[in-house]
């Protein structure tokens, strides 16, 4: 957050990459959706590559759960 509010884009993403890539703990949700991120690097190209990907993930769990749980298909 603070590399992305400081103006530090390159090294932000070059974590963000490497925190949602390499560390299981840290949610798609907790980087796609934190106005944190999403604010200062919203027109940055990486970043929105990453935001995708997480997105699509959290579809895919959200898929997964409600399968899990009997919900809808």
Do not use: C, H
Request: zero cysteines; a negative charge.
């Amino acid at each position: 957050m603070v590399y992305a509010w400081s103006g530090a884009q390159d090294q932000a993403v070059d974590l963000i990459e490497e925190l949602t890539s390499r560390y299981p703990g840290v949610g798609p949700a907790e980087i796609a959706r934190e106005p944190l991120f999403t604010v200062p690097l919203a027109g940055n190209a990486r970043f929105q590559a990453v935001v995708k990907k997480l997105e699509r993930e959290i579809a895919e769990n959200r898929i997964r759960f409600d399968r899990a749980d009997g919900g809808p298909q």
